[in-house]
């Protein structure tokens, strides 16, 4: 069975030596006022987290998968064993409640907080975690936009975890592309909506943890336009809710069935079918796509986390199996009086280990950076700094969910082949993380759909101005250690990298003015330069923290090489990882010529689409 | 339910046209006194060949990886629904025979024409081509270094069919490393052995096809030296065979479990039990890993096509959804009737269907290259061809097998993203590709080990000289077509990338004189310099593919566009996928430095092993 250690020792390291959050967040008068943002009360909490995550739903991750969810002919689920009390002890504990607002009964702890809460779920049991994550998704489009009656209906059993959310937005024909959903709703003229259409994917759509389910669901209001234009966002109520708060009657809701899926079986994916179900509307009508993207961005964020959480648990167990299992005669060997040294000792097991450390712990470093950036997003006085990091939250977003989800997939593979032919057998774990990291390179937008995101409307839309800013940042870190001996290799290459981004970037936009073939040019680079641009980004996280680490090793503050581990982390990321630019940079400049090709000849199509 | 028709047109391209096959083949005195190499009768038993896959294989595709295989009390096992029935159909029709010696009831068959058997089947089927294709593992190495009256006994029953065949190495503390095993052979003095130990990992182990099972056995016997110089093959029948050829008494080996696997459920994973079991020495004493390497060697090819027919099945269906599937808008629209347009359209989505269709296609022409060179290696009349050719097989085969899994689990994972969420869910098959094409960058040797036998064996070991060989005939094809304006850009990225590999190999060769930490900078280099080969050899089978289907457009031969996709894949693979040389070229200089990270540090070890 795989082990799972919470990597407190790294989470301290970004809280205090990289991001000085303490401080950051004690100049937001929100927490200021709440007291969260403590220094020993946020390690007190994630420590506490962590005896949780270890204790509660570590051992649950492999029954989850064994066992899936059962759908009852009723509609009803019912959840892996365990997961039900697990839920009980995590909601009584107040763990549903930890960032939210305290005005509805939350703790007021910050993103950062309950961003590595995520994490350490993800790492424990990504299934699992689902149910309390599509909560939170739920939660803050209805804290953003929802009406204070809704409001104060909802949350305050949302917050205390006695019920759920979903998010209900896929349509069997209609997945990417929301503008096609035919899921109506009709004006009782009560107030109420009546909701009916089906929805696929919907996960914790059905289960039993919890005594009502709140599904966020985007619908057509009859009248409106065609397109995303005419979509509204609907609060539907699994069980209807009195006027008093108590449950009521039934709603016209149902799960249909549940899908049979590659990973996360202990998660429940619904088909849920609304027939004249009652519905409230959330924010104003036709903006429904802009109030679920305030979920959607949560949850790409979230989506990262679990690429993040899940590399980070398959690292941890490939190190542990790298160490105890023993092939081969190492020369000079470890142990001549065993007949085998540790496969550890073997450069390729070390590159793929060091592959998952460096990818792993630069990608904690970017969520809780972008957490960070959140919590001053929301709670800055200065309305300049809000804007600030909401642009930097936004650039960042489409590369957290996409790189860290990808780079989490490979991470789990390549910890997966460690262990040789025992990774492909069920009980030894590897396979799970595997089968589990896939899915998040495809929901909440697949990594295809994140890359236009970040390159059309995050990067060209406005002319560059969130890249510059970023690249400012770089150019001027470049520039402050261009002294730093121990760091000029890095440097030398991030500053090239990130002057290649401008260019790469300048000529794709001028290419994207070019007539519609512009955005062929734009969809066939954004793959590649969204990877290229997180290697950017985690080329800039590794270089400082290796700046940081050298520090330390220089003050003599490296007791348990924790720092100097960082430091060659950091020379691995560089020499062995950030390369991949060299070919990106490449197939970038390709352009989409290459990929014109005759649709005939090359697809077998009966008429050319594109190309000639 | 997934789709899948035997890709025949580039099958007789290659035949053909590249390989110029039937008369390659028909210069080999074997083939033409059993006249069958004929192009006729090779393109009509292929055509069977894909009427029976596409007809009875691949409809029991998704049966066996939902049933998977059960085992009894008694330690006997049941197949998926519909596998027996189809293995008997298959034997009844002689595909069991299809390139054995006609000496034992074969029907001498080119291994070209078996490959391409191969090829289809696991394309249609992975789990159920094992059954038969373990049992041609042990045909040849029975046939090859089997005593007379083992052949006379044991072969004309396998190539019937009667009978499958399995290998047995691994043992629960013995993968990679095989010089640690602990089965014990002693000797009965009667000419046969006793054989005791546990074996784990035997696919197709125990199975209800056949009535007897064949199992090659790696076992010490009691005397021999310890390592691999100490190991002898033995051949373990599940049943006895009486004098006269009948089957008689149960032998000592039961089946003691299955393995619950990520994929390939249809295939029985066996632990085996030997307790006393009566067995029979294969070839020479404490040769048996030389013997073994006969089926490995086989094996490692068979493992390269399951890469290749996986990516194929997985690109072929990925393609079909790309045509069907209608999702946002596109510039020019493709019928503005519609909500939305197909996405084949999006130059992203033809990026992955093109990777599909570059990596299999030129995987394929490597497989069909190498089957060519291992029917010339074993009937050529000239012993210096056939010595070219042993030396080429032995060169490529770490590559086909390496090479061609990783590309086939990639474009597995690839095809399953064109499917977005749909590619997560069971129902579409995708995500069974995705696992059962895993399996094959494990098993057979790790890519990690075949890439140490790429780099160390086959390339360093002789002083460079196979690699030469090979440069030379890419340098001579480069050279020959430098006037060629069409061909010059591939070309001239060729020859550099040529040149580099020679100088790559070089530089690893001179740092593995020096002394341990040669070893280790083999080690570091191997994985990505199989890559980097991989791309040589792919890159030098798409400019000649190119070449001859320039000329054929030239002739204006080029009916239904299948030349003009060759060029244009050609193209796109050449400027989007071997542009991977450029990163590989930098990570294998940085050698093995980056990986030599203090144990203590960076592993948690308590003692440094390598590096300080």
Redesign the interface.
């Known amino acids: 069975m795989p082990q799972y250690k919470a990597p407190l020792r790294d989470i301290k390291f970004l809280m205090h030596d990289l991001l000085d959050a303490p401080a950051q967040l004690g100049n937001l008068p929100f927490y200021a006022q709440n007291e969260t943002a403590d220094a020993d009360l946020m390690t007190q909490v994630l420590e506490e987290a962590a005896r949780f995550v270890e204790g509660e739903l570590v051992p649950l991750n492999a029954v989850g998968d064994q066992e899936g969810c059962t759908r009852h002919e009723d509609g009803s689920v019912t959840t892996p064993t365990g997961f039900k009390a697990a839920y009980k002890k995590y909601r009584e504990a107040g763990w549903t409640a930890l960032d939210a607002d305290p005005a509805y009964g939350g703790q007021g702890m910050p993103h950062l907080v309950s961003n590595v809460l995520v994490e350490m779920m993800t790492s424990a049991n990504v299934a699992w975690s689902m149910y309390p994550g599509l909560s939170h998704g739920a939660y803050s489009a209805l804290h953003a936009v929802g009406s204070e009656a809704l409001k104060n209906t909802y949350l305050p059993k949302i917050v205390s975890g006695e019920w759920t959310g979903t998010m209900c937005l896929?349509e069997p024909?209609?997945?990417?592309?929301l503008?096609?959903i035919r899921t109506k709703a009709t004006d009782n003229g009560d107030g109420s909506y009546s909701i009916t259409g089906t929805k696929?994917?919907i996960s914790a759509g059905e289960h039993d943890l919890a005594d009502n389910i709140v599904h966020l669901v985007l619908a057509r209001l009859e009248g409106s336009p065609m397109g995303t234009k005419g979509i509204s966002l609907f609060l539907v109520p699994k069980v209807l809710v009195n006027e008093d708060g108590s449950l009521g009657e039934r709603n016209g809701v149902v799960c249909g069935s549940l899908?049979?899926?590659?990973?996360i079986h202990g998660n429940a994916t619904a088909v849920l079918n609304f027939d004249g179900a009652k519905g409230y509307l959330v924010g104003e009508i036709n903006k429904g796509m802009n109030h679920m993207f305030i979920m959607m961005n949560a949850a790409r964020l979230g989506t990262g986390l679990q690429g993040l959480g899940l590399g980070e648990v398959a690292y941890q167990n490939a190190?542990a199996y790298a160490?105890d299992r023993?092939?081969?005669r190492?020369?000079?060997r470890?142990d001549a009086s065993q007949?085998?040294?540790?496969i550890?000792?073997?450069?390729?097991?070390?590159?793929m280990?060091?592959t998952g450390?460096a990818y792993t712990e630069a990608g904690r470093a970017l969520a809780m950076w972008l957490a960070l950036s959140i919590d001053i997003e929301h709670h800055h006085p200065d309305e300049a700094k809000r804007k600030e990091a909401a642009d930097l939250v936004a650039l960042l977003t489409p590369i957290a969910k996409a790189f860290m989800t990808d780079n989490g997939f490979n991470v789990a593979?390549q910890s997966?082949?460690v262990f040789?032919?025992?990774?492909?057998?069920?009980?030894w774990g590897m396979?799970q993380f595997?089968?589990d990291a896939?899915?998040g390179?495809?929901?909440e937008g697949?990594?295809?759909i994140q890359?236009?995101d970040l390159l059309g409307r995050k990067v060209l839309m406005d002319g560059g101005k969130k890249l510059q800013k970023l690249a400012g940042m770089l150019q001027e870190f470049v520039e402050e250690n261009a002294e730093d001996e121990n760091l000029a290799p890095y440097l030398d290459q991030l500053g090239k990298a990130a002057n290649q981004l401008g260019t790469l970037t300048m000529v794709i936009g001028q290419k994207a003015m070019q007539g519609?073939e512009g955005?062929?040019?734009v969809?066939?680079a954004?793959?590649d330069y969204l990877r290229y641009f997180g290697h950017v980004v985690y080329g800039y996280l590794w270089a400082r923290m290796a700046k940081i680490a050298q520090e330390k090793i220089g003050a003599g503050q490296d007791k348990?090489?924790?720092y100097?581990?960082k430091v060659?982390?950091a020379?691995?990321y560089f020499?062995?990882l950030f390369?991949?630019t060299?070919?990106l940079a490449?197939?970038i400049k390709?352009g989409?010529?290459?990929?014109?090709?005759?649709?005939?000849?090359?697809?077998?199509?009966e008429q050319p689409?594109?190309g000639a």
């Open positions: 896929t024909h209609a997945g990417t592309d503008g096609i696929i994917f899908e049979h899926k590659m990973g190190l160490k023993l092939q081969m190492h020369e000079p470890v007949a085998a040294d540790p550890i000792v073997y450069p390729d097991v070390r590159r280990l060091l450390k593979v997966q082949q040789g032919g025992h990774g492909y057998i069920r009980e396979e595997v089968r896939r899915i390179q495809i929901y697949t990594n295809g890359a236009l519609p955005a062929d040019e969809n066939a954004a793959v348990d090489g924790f100097l581990a060659q982390t020379k691995f020499t062995k390369p991949e060299k070919m490449t197939t390709a989409n010529e290459p990929l014109a090709v005759d649709d005939r000849a090359v697809f077998g199509l689409l594109v």
